[in-house]
C-alpha cells in the first residue's frame, strides 16, 4: 500500500516556508540579507537548489516584512522547520497569496510540489503519472498558502486532507487482497 501523506504535503510546505524568508525592504538591508541568508541556509532538502533555497527565503522575508521577523525571531532562532506562525506571527490569507505568487516567480512551486509527494519512497510510475495528471494547480495553491498562513495547523484542514485522501485512493490504490484503503498521514 502506498500512501500519500500530510507528512509529505508538511514536507514541501516547510521546506518551501523555511526556505522562503526574506526579499528587499529598503529600510532593512544589511538585517534582511541575514534574514534571506540564514534562511536560505538552514534549508535542508535535497530537491532544492540554492536558487530555489534564496528565492523562498526571499519570498518569506518579503511578505512578511523584515520588521516583523525581527521583532519575533532571531536569526539564530531559524531552524530548519522555521514557521512565521510558529512564533506568533500572523498571516493573512491576502500575505498567503502574496507569498505564493512570489514563490511562482522564481521556482516551479508545482514540480516542486509534486516531487515532495514521493520524498523518502519510490513511487511507480503509475503512480506518479496519475498525481501529475490529478492534482491541479489551485490544489498545490491552497496547500502553500494554508501551510504559510497557519503552520503546522495546515496539517488539520479538514478541506486539504479530503481532497488528498481523494487523490491518495485515486492514485495509490491498495494493493490486491489489501481491504483498507490508502490514509494520508496525520489526518
Known amino acids: 500500500m502506498t500512501a500519500i501523506g500530510l507528512g509529505a504535503r508538511g514536507a514541501v510546505a516547510v521546506a518551501l516556508l523555511a526556505s522562503a524568508a526574506a526579499c528587499s525592504d529598503?529600510?532593512?538591508?544589511?538585517?534582511h540579507d541575514a534574514?534571506?541568508?540564514?534562511?536560505?541556509?538552514?534549508?535542508?532538502?535535497?530537491?532544492?537548489?540554492?536558487?530555489?533555497?534564496?528565492?523562498?527565503?526571499?519570498?518569506l522575508v518579503d511578505t512578511v516584512g523584515?520588521?516583523?521577523?525581527?521583532?519575533?525571531?532571531?536569526?539564530?532562532?531559524?531552524?530548519?522547520?522555521?514557521?512565521?506562525?510558529?512564533?506568533?506571527i500572523e498571516i493573512d490569507d491576502e500575505q498567503?497569496?502574496?507569498?505564493?505568487?512570489?514563490?511562482?516567480?522564481?521556482?516551479?512551486?508545482?514540480?516542486?510540489?509534486l516531487e515532495s509527494l514521493s520524498a523518502g519512497q519510490e513511487l511507480p510510475q503509475d503512480t506518479l503519472d496519475c498525481l501529475e495528471e490529478t492534482i491541479d494547480d489551485d490544489l498545490v495553491e491552497k496547500i502553500i498558502v494554508?501551510?504559510?498562513?497557519?503552520?503546522?495547523?495546515?496539517?488539520?484542514?479538514?478541506e486539504l486532507a479530503e481532497a488528498m485522501n481523494a487523490i491518495s485512493t485515486q492514485c495509490a490504490p491498495t494493493s490486491a487482497g489489501s481491504e483498507a484503503?490508502?490514509?494520508?498521514?496525520?489526518a
Not at 146 to 158: E, H, I, L, V, Y
Not at 181 to 186: K, Y
Open 146 to 158: 494554508a501551510s504559510f498562513t497557519q503552520g503546522d495547523a495546515a496539517a488539520n484542514d479538514p
Open 96 to 113: 498567503g497569496d502574496e507569498f505564493y505568487d512570489r514563490l511562482t516567480d522564481c521556482v516551479d512551486v508545482r514540480a516542486l510540489f
Open 66 to 88: 523584515i520588521d516583523e521577523l525581527a521583532a519575533h525571531v532571531e536569526l539564530d532562532d531559524i531552524g530548519p522547520d522555521f514557521a512565521p506562525a510558529d512564533y506568533g
Open 26 to 31: 529598503a529600510d532593512g538591508g544589511g538585517q
Open 35 to 59: 534574514y534571506v541568508e540564514r534562511l536560505a541556509e538552514v534549508l535542508d532538502d535535497p530537491a532544492l537548489d540554492a536558487d530555489d533555497r534564496e528565492c523562498f527565503a526571499s519570498s
Open 181 to 186: 484503503p490508502p490514509t494520508v498521514a496525520g
